[in-house]
């Protein structure tokens, strides 16, 4: 190895401070030679019962060190901060810059040379990453895999995108607590994250794009032992990775940034891609901003048929070749000479990787779509962008104009969406307020609220909604999602009223609110902030630093990083 370690501050030494830093790591019966010269890798291990989707994280871990002892590393497993999607309330978003937090200062204050993350459910990727960046080691990701397909009385069932139909069963269909319970675990039958292409399966595939993983790992099911497999080679390339000094940063570039955005619409990912990778751009200084989703992916080609944008589920996408299909039929879009962890850039990785489905995979000269991707819309309801997803939308309703019928909050909707008295019908535009980053907080998925139940027995399928939340991956609609300015701190979306027409021009990039700009300018000076939601803690903080969604909503005092150097010892 031609660079001193960094693990040989705490453990190289043979004075009072070498002694302290292997003396008590010694009760977990090292030998003598894992401190002389091994480089020690962290395990960043997000594993928790509470955390379903990455409950089997555990497991994981042992087979990863696997690897890395074959290597000749030093594997030392840590949790962090682990946080599920589907049981953490107010919503995990809250708390994804406080789990970056936690990978960050565990990675920087401990002596490791290079890092695994195991991921899996929608933020403990972002979060770990993004603490991860900010220390800047060699790096690597094990994302843990989704579920099996979910299968329900002879149907495919897609987790995730199957709960939204929850409220149209019950009405229109009559289901029972049976009925529900059934389902339950039709669409949870092994370990693993979502099968959908949600945000899950979409932060695993964003990683292997933007050259993070070990080529192809992203869409093997977590019951598959070629993910175990993967995970030990996993192990035994960190430690190469240390020995060639290959860090995050050196993979992070620009271009591969740009190679998740095309990769992103060619496999209809989740929205919630954006945030994320706007706020791991932020942490290593790469520019990156919103405009660019829209310029650099919304002309690529949708390949993958994958719920909710299409047909299948992860299971189906493995089968067909998964992602480096995809990475090689976008191949004239993307940057090839792009590095990955591996070492080798993607287009070299990906080359020839077979597709066994073209049902699946469609190719970038008969895709499912022709134009996939993001809008980024602008006007004066949004001053620094708003996003849909037109491959999730209902293509009539792209260009819409409608009455605004406004819910202040997600309680006000609640309560009132469902009275037969609301004055609203299938052209009016659903306006949700408070619920972004600084509002809720922690800006939850909610912009994709359920139409009231007299327009479902209507067989109404579909409005324009739009709102300052985020939605889930794994929801489909004509959803206007992340308005910035949000609500909470004065943007317009918080001076629409009920009955005013609102224009969406998604083809001309416009969102707008029709009225005056005298009219606007009353309502802007007669505006009072909501009280903040919290004096206290955590959360207190948050609403203080967090920046608005076109950013990446990441907090302010957390954009770049404090490198992997502590001076001082702790005696
Ligand atoms: Fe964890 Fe969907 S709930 S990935
Ligand atoms: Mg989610």
Redesign the pocket.
């Known amino acids: 190895m031609s660079q001193k370690l960094r693990s040989y501050d705490w453990f190289g030494k043979n004075d009072k401070m070498g002694f302290v830093h292997r003396s008590w790591l010694r009760n977990q019966g090292y030998p003598d030679d894992y401190f002389q010269g091994k480089p020690v890798i962290g395990i960043c291990n997000t594993w928790s019962e509470l955390t379903?989707?990455n409950a089997h994280l555990r497991d994981f871990a042992e087979v990863v060190k696997r690897g890395i002892v074959e290597a000749g590393g030093f594997p030392l497993e840590f949790p962090v901060m682990s946080l599920?999607?589907?049981i953490m309330r107010p919503t995990t978003m809250l708390f994804r810059n406080l789990a970056s937090m936690d990978t960050e200062e565990s990675i920087r204050a401990n002596p490791l040379d290079g890092v695994v993350l195991l991921t899996?459910?929608?933020k403990t990727t972002p979060s770990t990453v993004m603490g991860a960046c900010s220390v800047d080691l060699p790096t690597i990701v094990v994302p843990g895999g989704p579920m099996l397909n979910g299968r329900f009385r002879g149907q495919c069932v897609g987790?995730?995108s199957f709960n939204w139909l929850i409220k149209e069963k019950q009405h229109v269909e009559n289901y029972t607590a049976e009925d529900i319970h059934e389902m339950e675990v039709g669409v949870a039958r092994s370990q693993g994250?979502?099968m959908t292409m949600?945000?899950?399966s979409t932060m695993a595939c964003m990683m292997e794009a933007l050259g993070l993983t070990l080529p192809g790992m992203a869409a093997i099911p977590a019951a598959d032992s070629r993910k175990k497999l993967m995970a030990q080679l996993s192990g035994r390339r960190i430690v190469e990775m240390v020995k060639e000094d290959l860090k995050i940063s050196k993979i992070l570039t620009r271009q591969a940034f740009e190679n998740a955005i095309v990769i992103n619409a060619g496999i209809g990912g989740s929205t919630n891609a954006i945030i994320h990778l706007l706020a791991i751009a932020g942490r290593l200084g790469v520019e990156l901003n919103l405009e660019d989703f829209d310029i650099i992916g919304s002309k690529v080609p949708l390949l993958a048929n994958l719920k909710p944008a299409g047909k299948y589920l992860m299971e189906e996408f493995f089968y067909a070749g998964g992602l480096p299909v995809v990475i090689r039929e976008l191949k004239q879009y993307i940057h090839n000479e792009a590095i990955t962890v591996n070492g080798k850039s993607i287009g070299e990785n990906n080359a020839h990787a077979p597709c066994y489905d073209q049902e699946v995979i469609a190719s970038a000269d008969k895709p499912l779509l022709k134009e996939a991707g993001i809008a980024v819309l602008k006007g004066n309801l949004c001053e620094y962008g708003a996003i849909i997803k037109p491959s999730a939308a209902t293509p009539a309703l792209m260009k819409h104009r409608g009455k605004a019928v406004v819910f202040k909050s997600i309680e006000d909707y609640h309560q009132r969406i469902d009275d037969p008295n609301l004055e609203i019908d299938e052209n009016s535009v659903i306006v949700l307020q408070g619920v972004g980053p600084v509002g809720y907080p922690g800006m939850p998925e909610v912009g994709n609220v359920d139409l009231p139940e007299k327009l479902l027995r209507k067989g109404i399928k579909d409005m324009v909604r739009i709102s300052d939340g985020r939605m889930s991956g794994?929801a489909a609609g004509t959803v206007v999602l992340h308005v910035s300015p949000e609500s909470a701190i004065g943007g317009v979306l918080a001076l629409v009223k009920d009955g005013d027409m609102i224009e969406l021009d998604v083809e001309n990039r416009k969102l707008h609110l029709d009225i005056s700009d005298e009219e606007l300018a009353k309502r802007k000076a007669a505006w009072t902030p909501p009280p903040p939601q919290a004096d206290r803690g955590y959360v207190k903080f948050y609403i203080d630093h967090v920046q608005q969604a076109h950013l990446g909503a990441d907090l302010d005092i957390l954009r770049g990083g404090s490198g992997s150097e502590v001076t001082r010892d702790l005696h």
């Open positions: 379903p989707c599920g999607e589907t899996g459910c929608d987790s995730g994250h979502c949600g945000t899950a794994t």
